[in-house]
């Protein structure tokens, strides 16, 4: 099969430590074991997929940066052994160089640091995907991926980024919104059940009223194992929740997918 895996992760930036301190984390090591499993299993590329300002296409030469978070930290898109001024080390950032490709959005920022940290040396592209994109779209999206790995002959696998409501308690960043656990409910519960036509339902109103910046990148993950395994998704894979609670008043999601009986 052509669509190795998925991995869904959330991207607040307490992910990484140099921004949280010392304040413990719990979704952190959930999040990278997910994305070491993501690449356990030999993908020939990874293709990131984040919320974002514009529909957007990334390569190895665009870096993310944390410096509006209070640390001077970026990351480059590309594998450490690719990326201008890298190291070589896997878990270090690496300074952005002046004048090189796109800025990554957050979501992708993290993405980046996730496969950073796991040591995934790889190739890996970015789609930011904007809060206005139609479910349709989205779906088109994902499938455009696997089709373009089919024409390829490449082994695909997909990191999700993308957190749930940003309204679930009174201390949220949005404040609290009656709506919001039961739409995080509703992902969790399609997340877990591989189904994708519960993800495509999802309405992109209602999520951008409840900051949940994750919807449209969950729809592309539906258009793709629709695309991957058009009769039946539901039970051609197995879903691995690993992680779904709200600190913060945030939903974070972390949940792999992988086709039953594997590769």
Same mark, same amino acid.
């Given at each position: 099969?052509?669509?190795?895996?998925?991995?869904?992760?959330?991207?607040?930036?307490?992910?990484?430590?140099?921004?949280?301190?010392?304040?413990?984390?719990?979704?952190?090591?959930?999040?990278?074991?997910?994305?070491?499993?993501?690449?356990?299993?030999?993908?020939?590329?990874?293709?990131?997929?984040?919320?974002?300002?514009?529909?957007?296409?990334?390569?190895?030469?665009?870096?993310?940066?944390?410096?509006?978070?209070?640390?001077?930290?970026?990351?480059?898109?590309?594998?450490?052994?690719?990326?201008?001024?890298? &190291?070589?080390?896997? &878990?270090?950032?690496?300074?952005?160089?002046?004048?090189?490709?796109?800025?990554?959005?957050?979501?992708?920022?993290?993405?980046?640091?996730?496969?950073?940290?796991?040591?995934?040396?790889?190739?890996?592209?970015?789609?930011?995907?904007?809060?206005?994109?139609?479910?349709?779209?989205?779906?088109?999206?994902?499938?455009?991926?696997?089709?373009?790995?089919?024409?390829?002959?490449?082994?695909?696998?997909?990191?999700?980024?993308?957190?749930?409501?940003?309204?679930?308690?009174?201390?949220?960043?949005?404040?609290?919104?009656?709506?919001?656990?039961?739409?995080?409910? &509703?992902?969790?519960?399609?997340?877990?059940?591989?189904?994708?036509?519960?993800?495509?339902?999802?309405?992109?109103?209602?999520?951008?009223?409840?900051?949940?910046?994750?919807?449209?990148?969950?729809?592309?993950?539906?258009?793709?194992?629709?695309?991957?395994?058009?009769?039946?998704?539901?039970?051609?894979?197995?879903?691995?929740?690993?992680?779904?609670?709200?600190?913060?008043?945030?939903?974070?999601?972390?949940?792999?997918?992988?086709?039953?009986?594997?590769?």
């Amino acid at each position: 099969m052509t669509l190795l895996a998925a991995a869904v992760c959330p991207h607040p930036p307490l992910l990484v430590p140099q921004v949280a301190g010392e304040d413990p984390i719990d979704v952190r090591e959930h999040a990278l074991s997910a994305v070491r499993r993501l690449c356990a299993l030999e993908p020939d590329r990874i293709v990131l997929v984040g919320d974002d300002g514009a529909d957007t296409a990334y390569d190895g030469t665009s870096t993310g940066s944390l410096a509006g978070f209070g640390v001077d930290l970026s990351f480059p898109l590309a594998p450490p052994a690719e990326a201008a001024g890298g &190291s070589g080390a896997g &878990s270090r950032p690496t300074a952005a160089v002046p004048g090189a490709g796109r800025r990554l959005p957050l979501s992708l920022t993290i993405g980046a640091w996730l496969l950073r940290q796991v040591g995934w040396p790889g190739h890996r592209e970015a789609r930011g995907v904007p809060a206005t994109t139609t479910p349709a779209a989205a779906a088109a999206l994902g499938a455009g991926l696997v089709a373009a790995a089919e024409a390829d002959g490449a082994r695909l696998a997909l990191l999700i980024m993308g957190d749930a409501s940003a309204r679930r308690t009174v201390k949220a960043p949005g404040s609290l919104d009656p709506r919001a656990a039961a739409h995080d409910a &509703s992902v969790a519960a399609a997340l877990a059940a591989v189904d994708v036509d519960a993800l495509l339902a999802l309405d992109p109103s209602l999520s951008r009223d409840l900051l949940a910046p994750g919807r449209a990148s969950w729809q592309v993950l539906a258009g793709a194992v629709r695309r991957a395994t058009p009769a039946e998704p539901a039970r051609s894979w197995t879903s691995r929740v690993r992680y779904d609670d709200a600190p913060f008043g945030v939903g974070y999601l972390v949940v792999g997918w992988e086709p039953v009986g594997g590769r």
